[in-house]
């Protein structure tokens, strides 16, 4: 049987949910995983639920971290597996290997790039939240660091920022 890599997706929760955070993640890279087997906790604003590994395979990378807030559609593992019913979410071997490049080639702890000047920020709705219960306006704050996915500004870069002001 033929193997191929999937990228395992963050899961939709429905129109209103957009991301969600990552309680635990139970598996390691390396690991023998089979279908249906618990992989992650996952909690949106409504509720916790598990997430099940979607077939038989071998975990490769994870994508998240625990406390990480993540978008639904953004990849959280990805695995080698040889159900054919997956084959959609097939990545090319050339895309992931110069991912992996890219990677290797990048600072490991290195921070997000700051937007540019007069580039608007974009901010995660759970901060965006946050600074409206603050009595701030996120569209006015530029002064912000945005640590979260994607250069986005996060939860976290709210609090301290909220802290930072005391």
Known sequence: MSTFIIDVPMPSMGATVSELTIVNIVVAPGAAVKKGQKLAELESDKSAFDFECPADGKILEVHGNKGEVKSSGRTLFRMETGDQSLQHLAIATAKHDAEVAA?????ASAPAAAPAAGKALVW????????????????????????GPGGRVSGDDVSKYLASRK
């Open 124 to 147: 995660t709705p759970r901060a965006t939240k946050m600074a409206q219960e603050a009595g701030l306006d996120p569209a006015k704050i530029t002064d912000i660091e945005a640590t």
């Open 103 to 107: 990677q290797a080639a990048a600072p």
